[in-house]
């Protein structure tokens, strides 16, 4: 049994593998609100470029506007627009740094006109040049230049954050993003760069790109005699588990059922000449299935008196015939219906007694 000190040194590592995945996503997140400060502080620079340059007495205009370029008032009206009001960490960065901000504004802009540089890596360090990451923002895996081998990304690049560790494109792997995985392989590759092709359709691995290269086929893809993977038609086994109204479509590597024509009863491919068998209602007709005209079998198959056959799509109904009106389940001459109706109309109106 796990003994009590065993048990608490579990939890303290749970503990502190928690708190260092916070503090990478705090950090992580500490760029990403800093960049769009900095994003929304250039275009609100430009945005209030002679803002207050309106026309009339140009030379007035120039030397009121050269004024307003680096006064305080442009800056405010700059850091106004850089948070929404939800954004609790934006608005709590610039309030923290808004001396920072004065800063640069007034004596620093000329020599460090890149703000993002000088704010969010130089002075309050929550970001990283690209390329580099963690506290001291060290290279990444791969080198700076090319994390990776530009075949991933490089966890925390350009943060404080991060491991610095790769992650991989699709289609690589391995800590340096230069092997292949199943499904690809090297088209070309040295110590410094890999280039990772897709397989054929066909093959779970392989060595090239054509179904020849393959060096293990995938499901639904078979070997044939000149080592090449090849598509198994699974709708000439028995394997198919289509149901009796549905037919076997073959397609690359597997199959799909597809639901045969309404007049089929079973079949062997869409349409109404692919049938297995005519369901009822229909009848085989020049070597497909055909609406069966009930109506003209030599017996009638509208058995009760005056009604009449109307063939429909795969069925009959019986109706009345011309002249004749259902009534409780019987063909009545509309003329008497008529005269019902009317011996009706001309019954008295029974009056209460007063």
């Avoid at 749970?14 to 950090?27: C, E």
């Avoid at 093959?203 to 044939?224: A, F, L």
């Avoid at 038609?233 to 109204?245: A, I, P, V």
């Avoid at 019987?330 to 109706?341: F, S």
Wanted: with cysteine; aromatic share 8%.
């Amino acid at each position: 049994m796990p003994t009590r000190t065993s048990i608490i040194s579990f939890y303290v590592v749970i503990l502190v593998l928690q708190v260092h995945y916070m503090y990478t996503k705090d950090l992580k997140s500490s760029c990403s609100t800093c960049r769009q400060i900095t994003d929304n502080f250039n275009k609100g620079f430009d945005r209030t470029v002679k803002q207050n340059f309106g026309g009339g007495n140009t030379a007035w205009e120039e030397r009121k506007l050269s004024k307003y370029e680096t006064s305080e008032i442009r800056l405010v009206e700059i850091l106004e627009g850089l948070c929404d009001s939800s954004s609790f960490e934006c608005n709590q960065m610039v309030e923290e740094h808004e001396d920072q901000f004065e800063a640069w504004w007034f004596k620093r802009k000329t020599k460090h006109p890149d703000l993002f540089k000088w704010f969010c890596i130089e002075t309050i360090k929550v970001c990283c040049p690209s390329g580099t990451f963690g506290p001291d923002c060290n290279g990444c895996v791969g080198g700076s230049e090319k994390p990776c081998h530009g075949n991933g990304q490089c966890d925390g690049e350009g943060t404080r954050g991060g491991n610095g560790k790769c992650n991989c494109n699709l289609g690589y792997k391995g800590e340096l993003c230069l092997d292949c995985t199943d499904g690809y392989f090297n088209e070309e590759k040295n110590d410094t760069f890999s280039l990772c092709t897709e397989c054929h359709t066909s093959c779970k691995i392989c060595t090239g790109p054509t179904n020849k290269d393959c060096d293990d086929c995938k499901d639904g893809w078979e070997e044939d005699d000149d080592e090449a993977c090849i598509d198994v038609d699974e709708c000439t086994e028995d394997s198919s588990s289509c149901k009796e109204d549905q037919y076997c479509l073959n397609t690359p590597g597997s199959y799909s059922c597809k639901a045969c024509d309404k007049v089929c009863s079973g079949c062997k491919g869409p349409g109404p000449d692919q049938c297995l068998a005519c369901s009822e209602g229909f009848m085989e007709e020049e070597d497909k299935c055909t609406d069966m005209n009930e109506c003209d079998q030599p017996e009638s198959v509208c058995a009760e008196e005056h009604q009449e056959c109307l063939n429909t799509i795969g069925s009959y109904k019986c109706q009345c015939a011309e002249g004749f009106h259902e009534e409780d389940g019987a063909c009545n001459p509309a003329a008497t219906l008529e005269e019902n109706q009317q011996s009706s109309e001309d019954q008295p109106a029974e009056h209460e007694d007063l």
